[in-house]
């Protein structure tokens, strides 16, 4: 059986990107290991949710635990980075902000981990990381690092399939959605002549929406992912994208494992 490391940027992006194909990993046997980068300590959260005292970082961290629970994870792992925020916001530029930390640095803790572990396959982002984020780009780049140090044999960019994404849009129009403006979106996922793994995981979706929400924090019960009809559900997130190292343009893979 073989390892699998999964390395995100904040608690949530696992189960919405690679919840999938980390269950369907723990149920063949594999070993999942999930890396998360910060504790999203800047996130967003209601009035009234966090118990007195209580820090966002906190309850991000127990959700996280939870989440990989559910998705058959083996060992958490934080590298100890602070959640940087969005693109151009003051947090960018923090002490101990992911977004400002030395590449070689991170990318060392990283390293030691897919060392010990010795780990088969990486999943990080693509190289906008999937839509700008500041720290999904800096785990693009901490990881491809990382995997160099280590001698991973296997890396896989987590990616947004933009044409796919559209059509589903198009063929189920919501309200409050501008479809001409999101076509013209291009910092958003990628188009699929760049995708050279698609992994279908239909029969992970009840795990993969349970990880989702076991993160009450970012993703309420009133949150669209929540509230859509299974089926609809299913279909926007039933598959998962990923650019294979050194390989395409062409989807070619049906399975990172």
């Known amino acids: 059986m073989s390892t699998l490391v999964c390395f995100h940027a904040h608690p949530d992006d696992e189960c919405i990107a690679t919840g999938g194909v980390m269950a369907r990993a723990a149920q063949a046997g594999h070993r999942v290991v999930l890396v998360v980068a910060t504790k999203g300590e800047h996130g967003e959260v209601a009035d009234g949710f966090l118990g007195d005292g209580e820090e966002l970082w906190q309850r991000r961290v127990e959700e996280t ?18 959640d940087s925020g969005m693109i151009d916001t003051p947090e960018n530029d923090l002490p101990g902000s992911f977004w400002t930390a030395d590449l070689d640095e991170a990318a060392g803790r990283l390293a030691a981990i897919l060392t010990e572990e010795g780990a088969d396959v990486l999943t990080v982002y693509d190289d906008n990381g999937g839509y700008g984020h500041p720290d999904h780009i800096q785990v693009h780049r901490v990881g491809r690092r990382a995997a160099e140090r280590a001698g991973t044999p296997r890396v896989y960019e987590s990616t947004i399939n933009r044409d796919h994404l559209m059509k589903l849009i198009r063929e189920n129009p919501q309200e409050g959605v501008d479809v001409e403006e999101l076509e013209g979106d291009l910092t958003f996922g990628v188009s699929e002549d760049r995708i050279t793994c698609r992994v279908d995981v239909t029969d992970q979706v009840g795990l993969k929406r349970a990880a989702m929400r076991a993160h009450a924090s970012q993703i309420p019960e009133d949150h669209f992912m929540l509230a859509m009809p299974d089926d609809a559900f299913a279909q926007a997130f039933g598959i998962e994208w990923f650019i294979r190292d050194g390989q395409g343009p062409a989807i070619t893979e049906t399975s990172i494992l």
Do not use: D
């Open 65 to 82: 635990l939870l989440a990989a629970e559910v998705l058959g994870v083996a060992r958490v792992e934080f590298l100890g980075y602070v």
